[in-house]
């Protein structure tokens, strides 16, 4: 009897093992799957909104309304500066329901710059904060820092990502990284529309579930202010320290919401 006993106990300890480290296993390693790809570039279309925003409205006079061309502002916006010494504080408020950004993004409430009155400098830094923000409906917290300098003479933004964004839904994920975004055309005229960049940089983001994917441009993502989705370019995806890796092809330049993602050599069409 005690030899059966000891048999079953064996075999049931067995077991919860393998279920935990099947949970476990399950919950890092699970297929790299298209909405995943689709949470990560929410937050990426958040980071270039904001990085575009901070870089206009961190100038002595905003300019987001240049000449007689619409801004990427809406007329929503109310934008009110204050000055104490050498340190300016623009405060960019959206209000409390949705304000339509001009490339059709939606956003309610307040993004805070701080930044000095060294307007002519090579190299600037401007403070952002995020209070009661709100991005397509996602709620964005966050508070870190743009680096403003050139490259091959054109303005460039490098913006240090540290936001947690929370989905209608509840979930939730965390950006940390650097995305630096290079004015490459438009920045010398007074139309917003022909402004057009390129992105580089490297940066994570945390799920729920506790996986981390580990983002890399691998060759620079094109992006223009009159279209609302990224033109072109190649994002590197790997998670958990390579435990799965994956390729999302943004295309050839048309703008539409389609792009390919490579996972272990297979490609598939996927809408963003």
């Known amino acids: 009897m005690k030899t059966t006993i000891t048999a079953l106990a064996i075999i049931l300890f067995l077991f919860v093992v393998g279920c935990s480290k099947g949970e476990r296993d399950d ?18 279309n958040i980071a270039d909104d904001l990085s575009d925003i901070a870089q206009i409205e961190s100038e002595a006079v905003s300019t987001a309304g240049r000449g007689s061309q619409p801004g990427l502002l809406g007329e929503c916006t109310q934008t009110t500066t204050t000055i104490s010494g050498n340190t300016w504080t623009r405060i960019i408020d959206f209000g409390t329901s949705d304000c339509s950004l001009a490339n059709g993004n939606k956003v309610r409430g307040k993004i805070i710059l701080t930044f000095s009155d060294d307007f002519p400098a090579a190299v600037r830094t401007v403070r952002y904060r995020l209070e009661n923000f709100y991005h397509n409906s996602r709620f964005v917290q966050g508070n870190d820092s743009l680096g403003k300098t050139f490259v091959n003479g054109h303005p460039t933004a490098a913006l240090n990502l540290s936001m947690t964004v929370t989905t209608p839904t509840g ?82 330049g048309t703008c539409d919401n389609q792009a390919t993602l490579y996972v272990n050599g297979n490609p598939s069409v996927i809408s963003l």
């Open 171 to 252: 979930f939730v994920l965390q950006r940390m990284g650097r995305r630096l975004r290079e004015f490459t055309s438009g920045y010398n005229t007074l139309a917003w529309s022909d402004d057009q960049f390129s992105v580089t940089g490297s940066w994570s983001t945390s799920f729920p579930n506790r996986t981390v994917h580990f983002s890399t441009v691998n060759s620079p993502l094109i992006i223009k202010s009159d279209c609302e989705h990224i033109l072109g370019g190649t994002i590197k995806f790997t998670r958990d320290n390579a435990s799965a890796a994956g390729l999302l092809d943004y295309g050839n």
């Open 27 to 44: 919950s890092r390693y699970y297929p790299m799957k298209a909405t995943d790809i689709v949470a990560n570039y929410s937050i990426d």
